[in-house]
């Protein structure tokens, strides 16, 4: 079947300038997550939706970055007044999870979008 | 200082060679231990998980966890050129996945 699908896969913006981010998890996964990997880094945590709702949006680097997911599948990371320092791959990952606690399923991760800010 | 330390290799092994891969960590309150692969420009894929102290093998790796030292170790056994990739610790304060803690990654290379 298919796996998580993230567009674009590489994004180069302008400093300043706007960008969306977009994940299609895989299908049946109400619980969908994004990531940010640096160069030379491991990925960091973002944000969590279970469901339509963000769950844990406590890595979120600050209001210039925002996400939804209004249907309770795809999602789109927004952020606004790109930096330089933003450049990183945005990772998005879904699980299956679950209904009412703590999301006990395998991560399972898209390839990434790519965003370099000039 | 980092809550998972990990070092970033590169590791350069000859096939067939043993490699172990290791992780630090500083937050007691981590219970949950997976090791991910990651290949050039793709996601990472989970290889590995354990739950508090002790081993865990599947097929060539074996996974430990020492809570007592804060320490977290892969083992690969018989190592291919197909193992060439970063491999990445990770950990949870919580019953599942949903907020991992990374390790930096540590690049391996099995040449042939």
């Known amino acids: 079947g298919a796996g998580v699908s993230q567009t674009p896969s590489n994004k180069v913006t302008e400093k300043g300038k706007y960008v969306e981010l977009r994940c299609d998890p895989i299908s049946g996964h109400t619980a969908l997550y994004w990531y940010r990997q640096s160069l030379g880094q491991g990925p960091e945590f973002l944000i969590y939706f279970q469901g339509t709702g963000a769950a844990d949006d406590s890595g979120l680097p600050n209001d210039r970055f925002f996400a939804v997911r209004p249907e309770g599948s795809v999602s789109t990371l927004k952020i606004q007044r790109t930096e330089r320092g933003d450049s990183a791959v945005y990772l998005c990952?879904?699980?299956?999870?679950?209904?009412?606690?703590?999301?006990?399923?395998?991560?399972?991760f898209g390839e990434g979008s790519r965003l370099t800010v000039l | 200082q980092k809550e998972v330390e990990q070092d970033p290799g590169p590791l350069s092994v000859p096939e067939g060679a043993i490699v172990s891969l290791n992780c630090t960590y500083s937050?007691?309150?981590?219970?949950?231990f997976m090791w991910y692969r990651q290949y050039s420009r793709k996601g990472p894929e989970l290889l590995m998980y354990?739950?508090?102290?002790g081993n865990k093998e599947d097929g060539r790796f074996t996974a430990q966890v020492d809570k007592s030292s804060k320490y977290i170790s892969l083992f690969i056994r018989d190592s291919q050129p197909s193992d060439s990739a970063t491999y990445l610790c990770?950990?949870?304060?919580?019953?599942?996945?949903?907020?991992?803690?990374f390790g930096t990654g540590t690049r391996l290379l099995v040449s042939p």
């Open positions: 990952a879904s699980s299956p999870g679950t209904s009412g606690g703590a999301d006990t399923g395998e991560l399972f």
């Open positions: 354990t739950y508090s102290s």
């Open positions: 990770a950990m949870n304060r919580t019953p599942g996945f949903q907020k991992l803690v």
């Open positions: 937050n007691s309150a981590f219970q949950y």
